[in-house]
């Protein structure tokens, strides 16, 4: 597939931060003369990792209560977390941060590095096609069209090539068709070639690469992953080519096992800088000054509790004062409620000390206090095998059975965070017994097998769905909202404020364009001004 020429026409939309982005993007020295390695190191970290303003911006204010996968002690007035009115932050976020370091690789290789040379930088540029993939999967999700094989032009005339500052929007199927396109040619790269320790650029990749240190195998079934879920997502709307892509892939060619999945991590006790990512914001929303805003969700725990599920104690920890520490250890885990009118009614009730002394909070052990926690997650087994079991169950494949990739599924889930309980650099709290449980797969197995979770034809896809919405929980939030918005599964809990529904049909279905498209870049923007609505639908998420 030609390289994708990206343009950051965008930029000048942001006119009240017009001196930072002119230093940062127009200027020749700031990355003329950085090196692709160096480049690549930054733009991979951003890609993967989650940072601080997501977490505390979009998940624990926005995203958890969509998702219902915490519960917010915040009532009064939440029809305004329904209410969207910007591209909350996405638009940048994508365009600037994540995909800066990446577009700048494609351009030096494109524009300025002598044909000779390019192979040296084959492991850094395939790899690459499958963080921006990943980056442009999760925006188009939440944005629909945009601007995609004519954006990123302004910087062209430090390379010699036409600048466009009006780049038209893509719809959403040309965006996921092209990079689907990449994730094929990525993968293709990787199967066929290795590491050539003759070269200088080859010999030090591992070293740049901070998630999978080089291992090609590993990046072969990320982009295959990304294959398998980019499909997936389309699959309702677009049969066809889900099932073109699907049937170029086995088991052999996807994330299986935990050990593959792609993290980003933070090898410290004390987080500082912009990697505070999920640390961070959950502290500070389970602080009083925040709103209380992490509780353990009812209907999650009460699931939980039905099933006998061993993720109960290592997602949620029994009531806890405001620094994270569990203040009664000897409590069940109650779950907090997720409607508004539900949660006005304890807050009159109740006082704030006896809500805290009740309800159950996200662990410490497991996120907050623990510095080892992935900063990042780009997918992991447990949705391979998701993904696997709904796609037999609809014969989008035909090999496989669904049970065993459904089983197979809860195993993996159980066992990766089971692994960050055990694992986890706060001891203080850690329960040895948690910690010890026996979570092998013949003891899962037969835990399943006579839990509520057991296979159940008849009820299938709402099983498959219901583990993929635990399993994403908080950690995967983009994710666990897209998937939710495709398949209406599970049904959330009525969010009610005074009586009124406010999530479920009412609720938001995409976020809008940033309020200065119109004016700047107008003839495009107007091509799409219908989609301008939070309550229209994007192409793949079909009623």
Known sequence: MKPLLYTFAFLLLFTSCEKELDSRHFSPDKFKDANIEYLYTQGLTKTIDNDYNDFYNYVFRLLGTYTQTVARKSNDGRVSVYTIRTDNNRWNRYYVTRMQELVEMDKKYNFSLPEAQRVNYAPYMETAKILKAYNTIMTTDVMGSMPYSEAWGARNGLYGQPVNLTPKYDSQKDIYYSVLDDLESAATYLKNNSLNNDIEKHRIFPTQDVVYGGNYNKWYKFANSMRLRAAMRISNVDEAKAKEVLSKLTLDDLITQNADNPYTKVEKTALVGNRVGIWRALKESQSQTHGELAYA???????????????????????????????????????????????????????????????????????????????????????????????????????????????????????????YYKNSTETKMKVSEIANKDVSETALNTWIGSSIYKYDASKALEQIMTQKWIHLWIVQPFENWAELRRTDLPVMVEDKEKSVLLNRQNAPTKFMYPSTESTLNGANFNAVANENNPSVRVWWDKQ
């Not at 009664?328 to 009118?341: F, L, M, N, R, T």
């Not at 109740?350 to 410490?364: Q, W």
């Open 297 to 419: 969700p009812q209907r999650m725990v009460n699931l939980f509790n039905d099933a006998e599920d061993p993720r109960l104690p290592v997602f949620f920890q029994p009531p806890t004062d405001l620094d994270g520490n569990v203040t009664h250890p000897d409590k069940p885990i109650v779950g907090y409620p997720e409607s508004a009118d539900d949660s006005e009614a304890l807050v009159k009730s109740l006082t704030a000390d006896e809500i805290r002394n009740t309800y159950g909070v996200v662990s410490s052990v497991t996120i907050r206090n623990n510095s080892k926690f992935p900063n990042g997650i780009g997918i992991t087994a447990s949705e391979v095998y998701l993904f696997l079991a709904e796609a037999r169950l609809r014969n989008l494949i035909t090999w496989g059975d669904v049970e065993e990739f459904y089983n197979k599924a809860i195993v993996l889930s159980v066992q990766e965070y089971y692994n």
